[in-house]
């Protein structure tokens, strides 16, 4: 059982390249998160995706964009990466209690190690 | 917007000692709420969750936390903790907008 998957799990990017960082699980979870994690900041929710077909902002947007493809899969896409994005990224999925109720545990990937140059 | 608190930053303790960290949240509805650990390394691990019911709850290790509705509180404790528990400890709050909101960690060094 692989849980949650996350690729790559390191990367180098120059500034101004773009990628796609890939998540996926095996849960059948509705919800799933992308989020930063940076000394002293703690995670910072980037988008979540409360069910298929849905996305929304977090707390830390600005130059990102995501994609729930399937209920599976919800990619993190940076356009234009800049040296502020040097990161570490964790994925994660949760299941809904119930409408409007707040969701279970989240599982969470192994991590993309991020640095832009 | 929803935000946690995580007071302490760091926190070196000896083997043996007892173990508090504080947890505060500023959403007023229906929450669920987490303690999670994450290892050198290593990706969050779930310690324990707070969905309903007993506000003194227990997770694996030997932690336990203790929700407190009227102070907005989540405090993680350890009677006696091992250097094993060398980590960073992460208190989590979902709400019903759906989001998970992390605070912001607290370092804990135990000291053999």
């Known amino acids: 059982n692989a849980g949650v998957t996350q690729t790559p799990k390191f990367q180098v990017l120059k500034t101004g390249q773009s990628m796609t960082l890939q998540c996926a699980q095996d849960m059948n979870h509705n919800s799933m998160y992308w989020y930063r994690q940076d000394p002293g900041m703690g995670l910072r929710l980037i988008y979540y995706s409360a069910s298929e077909g849905t996305t929304d902002k977090g707390e830390v947007p600005n130059g990102y964009n995501v994609s729930r493809l399937n209920k599976r899969e919800f990619s993190l896409r940076l356009e234009s990466a800049a040296p502020s994005q040097t990161s570490v990224y964790f994925c994660?999925?949760?299941?809904?209690?119930?409408?409007?109720?707040?969701?279970?545990?989240?599982?969470f990937g192994q991590g993309t190690r991020l640095t832009v140059v | 917007a929803q935000s946690v608190s995580q007071h302490n930053h760091h926190v070196i303790l000896s083997e043996a000692a007892s173990l508090e960290l504080g947890c505060n949240y500023s959403?007023?509805?229906?929450?669920?709420l987490f303690w999670y650990v994450q290892y050198p390394g290593q990706h969050l691990q779930l310690l324990l969750k707070y969905f309903s019911g007993d506000p003194l709850v227990k997770g694996i290790k030997g932690f336990e936390a203790e929700f407190i509705k009227s102070k907005f509180s989540f405090n993680l404790r350890k009677p006696s903790v091992q250097w094993s528990d060398t980590a960073e400890y992460f208190c989590?709050?979902?709400?019903?907008?759906?989001?998970?909101?992390f605070g912001s960690g607290t370092r804990l060094l135990v000291r053999p």
């Open positions: 959403y007023g509805g229906t929450v669920n």
């Open positions: 989590a709050v979902g709400d019903s907008s759906y989001k998970l909101i």
């Open positions: 994660a999925s949760s299941e809904i209690r119930g409408q409007g109720m707040p969701h279970t545990e989240a599982f």
